[in-house]
DNA sequence: TGCCATGCGAACATCAGTGTACCGTTGTGA
DNA sequence: TCACAACGGTACACTGATGTTCGCATGGCA
């Protein structure tokens, strides 16, 4: 029940970041007195929701397996349901330029890239703009299923072969063995 | 110096949505009042900022020569100087929902890309998911460039090879020939 | 039945953002 | 030097969002 609170504040708040308190109320299908109880200011509900949502993006990756081969598959298909708490915590307007939690999310993901750059991911480029290009994947990827243009079963299959083939045929590229 | 205003303005209202007209005005080296007298509500000036980004973006469509082998390539460089306006019209809240010259913007690229995956692009991906994909990258790499994280001159060749070729080595990538 | 907790709506005060009017300053051209 | 336009600042009224209080309804639970 909180729960979905959280998830519905979240997405409206991330659609609309000038959304009203009681458009968030109204849409979690809740009184706005009973939303001022939980959370008495504005910037507390943001902070609740970012906790909540450091919480389940933690988690998730706590339950990787950093050192397996297919980590990063594993890491997609963990992260796309969390898409949009991801989404709050990186994008959503006055959060993150300091906060330790959210900034400590990115260095074990960059040090899992950087090590697979010996092995399956590319040299020439930095360890940051994969982890940025993979986080776009799973951001388009869940506007897409949301909008109705994605089926949730074929995301992962789009993120994961977009991200390390590309989009282009081969007929062009550069021979790079 | 209008045009610097409304790079300005756009750039404020697009890291933080819920800026104050003040912050706008501030940022812009300009008064409130003169704000005012140039864009009379904060709806009129985001609609200046709409219409002037559509200026700008259709403008440089028009120069590409979607004919050409290099089409993309081109599209790529012309557009990620444009990105802040691009990321204007696309995410800004209670934007494209239904403005008819946005979306007219879209089909041209989509005809392009189809037209492409019939020698460059890969098949097996949806058009409007390889837009997607070309603009995440272009989306990233300005935001890189913003943070002074990549230099402008490296950005073109960061998004067309992580867009055609992907960020994997190739050792483990199935054989798609 | 009576009690208590929880949620909701109405009403109110407060505040920040917005829009407007007025005035002083600057600078440019006749 | 004068007139005029453009700009910025101050002050004020208005509006919508916000936060608070109060009272009523609902729903377990003893």
């Known amino acids: 029940m909180s729960v979905h609170l959280l998830q519905t504040a979240t997405s409206v708040l991330l659609r609309d970041p000038t959304a009203s308190l009681g458009d968030v109320a109204k849409a979690a299908g809740v009184g706005r007195t009973t939303l001022h109880k939980r959370f008495p200011t504005r910037s507390a509900l943001i902070r609740a929701l970012a906790n909540d ?73 930095p360890a940051w703009w994969i982890l940025r290009t993979l986080q776009s994947g799973l951001y388009q990827a869940w506007e897409a299923i949301v909008a109705g243009r994605l089926a949730p079963l074929d995301a992962p299959r789009f993120v994961l072969t977009t991200l390390f083939e590309g989009v282009g045929s081969g007929v062009g590229a550069a021979d790079r063995t």
Chains 1, 2 share one sequence.
Do not use: H, N, Y
């Open 53 to 125: 949502a450091l919480d389940l993006v933690e988690s998730a990756l706590s339950q990787v397996d950093f050192e397996a081969d297919d980590a990063i598959e594993d890491l997609v298909t963990r992260l796309l349901v969390l898409e949009p708490r991801v989404s709050f915590l990186t994008r959503f307007p006055g959060l993150e330029k300091d906060d330790v939690r959210i900034l400590a999310l990115d260095p074990p993901l960059l040090d899992l890239i950087t090590r697979l750059q010996g092995s399956r991911l590319r040299r020439d480029l």
